[in-house]
T-cell receptor, first 118, second 113 residues
Framework: GAVVSQHPSWVICKSGTSVKIECRSL??????MFWYRQFPKQSLMLMAT?????????EQGVEKDKFLINHASLTLSTLTVTSAHPEDSSFYIC??????????????FGPGTRLTVL | SQQGEEDPQALSIQEGENATMNCSYK?????LQWYRQNSGRGLVHLIL?????REKHSGRLRVTLDTSKKSSSLLITASRAADTASYFC?????????????FGEGTQLTVNP
């Protein structure tokens, strides 16, 4: 199957700093990628849809100025958590749909990034 | 927003037994997918069932879909300790929602050796 990578796998930062998380599709192109957040023992919550060459689409309640998304190429989307606070500590996961990109296809998930804000 | 509900929230069984997890959803769907997540890791796709399908098999996995009841079930037969993980159902909506998935709350499965 297709492979999606994330970097870094974990990061610890001080409150008020910004953190960038990268999501890459390694062997396929992804015009769309999805960013999720997962708190301990909870399900995945979709934060935003990243679109190559255009603005991201954010879910209700997600601050677009706090969670900056850039989808600069067909294989890379980045999520920047700006002015991070302890409540932003979470597991961030990205995904990309299969080659055809249609709703019938499975999604391929990255391994996730554990963010801890002190 | 999350629309899926799964039950049970937690399931503990002995190796060799079967495990059944259920998922309910609220809106019309294009397809429903099941994923597995080991603790602190990403998700692995298990099986996809389309809205016009009723049952699907993959190895030890059997998935059913009842669109009239807006529910699905995942059966894992002859469970193994390595099956211990969280299992999530996810629905893909119709029309312009494309590949956007809405996840259920998940079932934590523990298979005791």
């Amino acid at each position: 199957g297709a492979v999606v990578s994330q970097h870094p796998s974990w990061v610890i930062c001080k409150s008020g700093t910004s953190v960038k998380i990268e999501c890459r599709s390694l062997d396929f192109q992804a015009t769309t990628m999805f960013w999720y957040r997962q708190f301990p023992k909870q399900s995945l919550m979709l934060m935003a849809t990243s679109n190559e060459g255009s603005k991201a689409t954010y879910e209700q309640g997600v601050e677009k100025d706090k969670f900056l998304i850039n989808h600069a190429s067909l294989t890379l989307s980045t999520l920047t958590v700006t002015s991070a606070h302890p409540e932003d500590s979470s597991f961030y996961i990205c995904s990309a749909p299969g080659l055809a990109g249609g709703s019938y296809n499975e999604q391929f998930f990255g391994p996730g990034t554990r963010l801890t804000v002190l | 927003s999350q629309q899926g509900e799964e039950d049970p929230q937690a399931l503990s069984i002995q190796e060799g037994e079967n495990a059944t997890m259920n998922c309910s959803y609220k809106t019309s769907i294009n397809n429903l997918q099941w994923y597995r997540q080991n603790s602190g890791r990403g998700l692995v796709h298990l099986i996809l069932i389309r809205s016009n399908e009723r049952e699907k098999h993959s190895g030890r996995l059997r998935v059913t879909l009842d669109t009239s009841k807006k529910s699905s079930s995942l059966l894992i037969t002859a469970s193994r300790a390595a099956d211990t993980a969280s299992y999530f159902c996810a629905t893909a909506g119709r029309g312009g929602s494309g590949s956007r998935l809405t996840f259920g709350e998940g079932t934590q499965l523990t298979v005791n050796p």
